[in-house]
């Protein structure tokens, strides 16, 4: 079941979480040469390619678009006949909390109720942009490349993005994320809780897109494995979270019958599962899914 009011904040959502991304501009960054000891040093400064102004302003539009979902889902299952459950996902959701915390604190410049996820978070500093790299394939490939023929353009290759991010620590300081896993983390968890509540979600190419790579880079890891994986294997399940991912392993009747971890693994499977997927987010609640 659809609802045109939901999609179109939704939508809302997923422009907020597009435009974090401002990887066009890497073309254009022109870098900064300094002579020292007789030899001329080449520099680019990744943390103003957007203006401090323009990055807090989509933090702040991206904290409102995530968390004024709670309204949405809780009418909807009101005008449905159920239980509204928007208030226990934020009780329950770590990242959907800190976000919530977050939204309430741009509002008010100070948390003017209990912190919703006990942690009382801020950002350490000011939003800023910064390079992000994603594994594309199992071999290691460049960042970007350098034009030297053209005042050293920056040609980044694929999977390397610009975004705009900050790190979100606790009351005492500790970091608790950055900034974007966090919101990724809250969105998929929102996109399950509509779900349940008998809404139809479709995601958008992007985060399509982003599930087929995790997805294909776990199975040519597991196809690579495959001597190390449970007998009768057909199937991996990659769960993500905020500092670590578990794999499960299922076969075809779709019944779990193992698990790897780090004391099972070689240290050749280990490493490369930490290469793929180290910091990863998984675009959907309920993980990734490969088939071998």
């Not at 007789?38 to 702040?60: C, M």
């Not at 009351?171 to 969105?187: E, P, Q």
Request: hydrophobic share 40%; aromatic share 4%; with cysteine.
């Amino acid at each position: 079941m659809s609802n045109p009011a939901i999609e179109q904040k939704l939508a809302q959502l997923y422009a907020a979480l597009s435009e974090m991304k401002i990887t066009e501009k890497l073309a254009s960054m022109k870098p900064t040469t300094a002579i020292s000891g007789g030899r001329t040093i080449t520099s680019w400064d990744f943390t103003k390619i957007e203006s401090p102004a323009t990055a807090a302003n989509r933090v702040s539009l991206l904290l409102h678009n995530i968390a004024c979902l709670k309204d949405h889902l809780n009418t909807w299952c009101s005008k449905n006949g159920k239980p509204k459950t928007g208030d226990q996902l934020i009780d329950g959701n770590r990242d959907v909390a800190i976000i919530h915390d977050l939204w309430n604190l741009d509002k008010h410049a100070e948390l003017n109720r209990p912190s919703r996820s006990g942690l009382s978070p801020r950002l350490q500093q000011p939003a800023h942009t910064t390079l992000e790299r994603k594994i594309t394939t199992t071999e290691e490939t460049l960042i970007f490349a350098v034009s030297l023929s053209n005042g050293g353009q920056l040609q980044p290759v694929e999977g390397t993005n610009a975004k705009i991010t900050a790190t979100v620590i606790d009351d005492a300081g500790n970091t608790l994320g950055d900034l974007d896993s966090i919101s990724l983390r809250a969105v998929a968890a929102w996109e399950a809780e509509f779900v349940k509540a008998g809404l139809t979600i479709v995601p958008p190419p992007e985060r399509q897109k982003e599930y087929a790579r995790l997805s294909g880079l776990l199975q040519a890891i597991g196809m690579h494995f495959r001597a190390e994986l449970p007998t009768g294997a057909t199937s991996l399940l990659l769960n993500l979270n905020d500092r670590s991912f578990l794999i499960e392993a299922y076969d075809r009747m779709g019944m779990k019958i193992g698990e790897i971890s780090q004391a099972k693994a070689s240290i050749g499977l280990w490493d490369a599962l930490q290469q793929a997927f180290h910091g990863a987010v998984s675009p959907d609640h309920d993980g990734v899914v490969a088939i071998l």
